[in-house]
């Protein structure tokens, strides 16, 4: 057996179903995939929304399931995965609805209802009788499309793509915006989508001020069920290379490539939401110093 395949086989060794010096085991199997160049993307768990942890682990278990605990040879590790998952489940259910919740679909509605009359309102001028005024409109309409379908991203996407959209209309298409009378129109989306902002700065920290004591202590036992887990996925992934057939590495390239899909979307809203905090940071640091 080569190197590589002994060290993987003591790794395998030492993953426990408890989870137990997980983080050694989970540096270690990163080390080889550093070799082979197959890897989980990492995440910080700790940094999720009680709702994102949820929703992750739930789409582990999932894809687990779909594929097969067996054939992944993690049956051990995902039945812990599953029954802490399930407890954690109940400690949410018994979190209380924020009120903030109604407000947010509300003005969620508002700044959507606004931002697809803007795009009707640019649409309407690229058909007008003035061809200065049609090649205007076109100029805006690509700054528009570069921003991608805004109503259909998640709430925290939506948010940074609608600021960096008004920022550009309100600097670099000034001029072209004012042409075309719609500079109340980006006034009103920006206000609207700070607005938004706000109700959802509160409730994050209304949540977090809510959450109850059992969910604090339940989620660290889950992260490190899902660390055992995705350790030994990890490890008999870079197994299967040296030793299996074509379609056992397949499956397991399958299970990687979409466990880390998720995982990229999730690390994209971690980075939005900290480009939102910095923002507000900086907000209220020159509000204090004006």
Known sequence: MSAIGIKIRKVLADVSVTGIRAKKIFADVLDITKIIKMKIEGIRLSYL???EHFQLMQFVTSLVAETGADKLNVGPQAAALVALHAQEGE??????????????KTADRARDEVFRGFVHAVL?????????????ARRVGIVVDTCGPITAKSNVEETA?????????ETQYADDIA?????????SMKQLNTAFEQLLIKRLHENAARTPLILREMR????????????????????ATTTSDNDTIDMYNNFISHLNKNI???????????????????????EKEA
């Not at 309407?124 to 205007?136: E, N, T, V």
């Not at 793509?161 to 209309?169: D, F, H, P, S």
């Not at 660290?220 to 197994?239: C, G, H, N």
Request: charged share 25%.
């Open 91 to 104: 400690a949410i259910h018994k979190i209380t609805k924020s009120d903030l919740t109604a407000q947010i």
């Open 264 to 286: 990229s979307m999730l690390n994209n809203a971690l980075a939005i939401r900290r480009g939102i905090a910095a923002a507000e940071k900086a907000r209220k640091k020159a």
């Open 179 to 187: 042409a075309l009378g719609l500079s109340d129109w980006v006034a």
């Open 49 to 51: 929304r009680n709702d």
């Open 124 to 136: 309407s001028a690229r058909l007008h009788f003035m061809p200065s005024m049609r090649k205007i």
């Open 161 to 169: 793509a609608m600021r960096r959209l008004c920022e550009n209309l």
């Open 220 to 239: 660290p036992r889950v992260d490190k069920a899902y660390t055992a887990l995705t350790a030994m996925i990890a490890a008999q992934s870079l197994v």
